[in-house]
């Protein structure tokens, strides 16, 4: 690998998507002519069109990815794709990483794609090479390969390989901060509403039948009634309307309703139609009545606290980024699950007092106390969501100075990131220290059954850091991990920044009294 000298990248799917190109430019021309013939025949010309359009979008897709092609040479990257062609020397380019997403299903392997972040701070996204597995040895190669030819003509800004996920600091959140825009402008609306609500719901409750002396303009304002009678029903399904028929289409032709009420009221019903403000709002009969639903400002109100809640994740995600922001690309940010917590404790007091206090929560007393204590409640719990987010250096951890267990046994959520022979097959979740030498086990304990002793004195700490992306997805964000040394073969540890601790400090402990024996037969056996 270290005599390469250039490598090229083109999809492997070439063919076939020259195939598809080739059917879809064929289908786009011989469905618009037909769009063309049908509708100077007064035709299914719309229909045509939109087959001509869909084949025109595949034969553009397909094209698209038949003509990209990224190579590498010792003057730098040249990508070409259908729209440009651009070229990135080796001294402008400053990393070279990992991009992981999930485009759409979360059970499925993350796509992997090549990034390039430049000098100016600008980040770009090869086209290829790309892989849907997470074992793909063409798909390493051809990495491997262009930071080979990085590392000889250029100056990498980072020994390993930096791998950014959606956990990561250096993926963007550009759709988070989008959707929560989207979701305070939906509460936002939600509120505005609520005044006009209100005036329309005080207008019904106060509707009285009308009387001969109301005058014509003004009889919108007041309930009218006329006889019907019901012609049939069509009773849709949960998703789909349901609907009355009436006998020659007066007062109306059909009435949309409840799905209840349209099988409860039988073709030949004679009912009598209740009408607001140019609109049916009630249709009654023998066996039942139907009324329409009016929108309370109540239901305004909570759609417009949930909205605002819901805004609160995506905002949580972009302030944990806008806070960490100075990470390193590949750092793993914390959860923001804390947020949403607290957005859920805040939930359970914001929508009883919205519904029951829509037009404002210091009309009363009891309203302006329950406002109070529950913003008080949340100031609480997001503080606490801040204090838990924050990241520790790998030095400032809590109970540093706490000593490690001696006597009893102290079984710890730890995990070694490599199978070893300690840790057959990623078994271990825990490490347990003191009662004995450390060692891992897949339980929480009481007891070692299982356990398997960590061979300390072939471990060496080399640096103690916190999780990146390359990690494993099953490690949290704020633990810690250690990269020891095991006889040549790099080995990682991961735990809580407290825990880890406890767990170096014991394994160096253990080791200690293994290398003073060792020096001292070695020194008896010299004399």
Not at 101 to 114: M, S
Not at 133 to 160: I, K, Q
Not at 266 to 292: F, I, K, N, S
Not at 310 to 326: C, D, F, Q, T
């Amino acid at each position: 690998m270290t005599d390469v000298r250039e490598v090229i990248c083109r999809s492997p799917y070439r063919r076939t998507l020259w195939i598809f190109t080739v059917l879809g430019a064929a289908g786009a021309a011989v469905t618009a002519a037909a769009a063309v013939y049908s509708a100077e025949r007064g035709g299914l010309w719309g229909v045509w069109s939109g087959i001509a359009l869909l084949s025109a979008l595949v034969a553009l897709a397909s094209l698209r990815g038949a003509v990209a092609r990224v190579s590498a040479d010792a003057y730098g990257l040249h990508v070409r794709t259908l729209p440009r062609r651009r070229s990135m020397p080796w001294s402008g380019i400053a990393d070279l990483q990992i991009r992981m997403r999930n485009e759409w299903n979360h059970k499925a392997p993350d796509t992997r794609r090549v990034g390039v972040v430049l000098h100016d701070g600008r980040r770009r996204l090869l086209p290829l090479p790309r892989s849907w597995s997470p074992e793909d040895p063409e798909f390493d190669a051809a990495l491997e390969t262009l930071r080979a030819l990085h590392r000889r003509h250029g100056t990498p800004r980072s020994d390993h390989l930096p791998v950014v996920s959606h956990r990561s600091a250096g993926y963007g959140r550009l759709g988070s901060l989008g959707l929560c825009v989207l979701l305070l402008s939906g509460a936002g609306l939600a509120v505005w509403s609520i005044s006009g609500t209100a005036a329309e719901e005080r207008a019904w409750k106060s509707a009285v039948p009308c009387t001969a002396r109301v005058h014509e303009a003004e009889r919108g304002e007041c309930l009218s009634t006329l006889p019907a009678e019901i012609e049939r029903t069509e009773a849709g399904r949960p998703r789909n309307p349901s609907h009355l028929y009436f006998t020659g289409g007066r007062p109306l032709e059909r009435l949309r309703v409840s799905q209840e009420a349209a099988r409860e009221f039988r073709p030949g019903d004679r009912v009598e139609l209740t009408l607001w403000r140019g609109g049916v709002v009630e249709v009654a009969g023998e066996r039942h009545v139907w009324r329409e639903h009016v929108v309370t400002p109540g239901s305004v109100a909570v759609a417009a606290a949930l909205c605002a809640l819901a805004a609160g994740w995506p905002g949580a995600r972009v302030l944990l980024w806008l806070r960490r922001r100075r990470l390193p690309d590949d750092e793993v940010l914390p959860s923001e699950l804390p947020f949403v917590g607290a957005l859920a404790a805040t939930a359970l007091w914001l929508l009883p007092l919205a519904y029951l206090h829509p037009t404002g929560p210091f009309d009363s007393a009891a309203g302006t106390v329950w406002t109070v204590a529950g913003s008080l409640v949340t100031v609480g719990l997001f503080a606490w969501a801040w204090h838990t987010t924050r990241l520790r250096a790998p030095g400032e951890v809590p109970g540093a100075e706490e000593p490690a267990g001696q006597g009893a046994e102290v079984f710890l959520s730890a995990r070694f990131l490599e199978p070893t022979d300690y840790n057959p097959h990623h078994f271990g979740t825990h490490i347990v220290i003191g009662g004995g030498p450390p060692a891992v086990t897949p339980h929480p304990g009481p007891g070692r059954f299982a356990a398997k002793p960590i061979p300390v004195e072939r471990l060496t700490v080399k640096e103690v850091r916190r999780v990146r992306g390359g990690d494993r997805e099953a490690v949290p964000g704020h633990w810690h991990i250690a990269e020891l040394d095991d006889a040549g073969r790099p080995v990682r540890l991961a735990a809580a920044p407290g825990d880890l601790t406890r767990i170096l400090r014991e394994l160096e402990h253990a080791r200690t009294p293994a290398s003073s024996g060792e020096a001292t037969g070695g020194a008896s056996t010299a004399r």
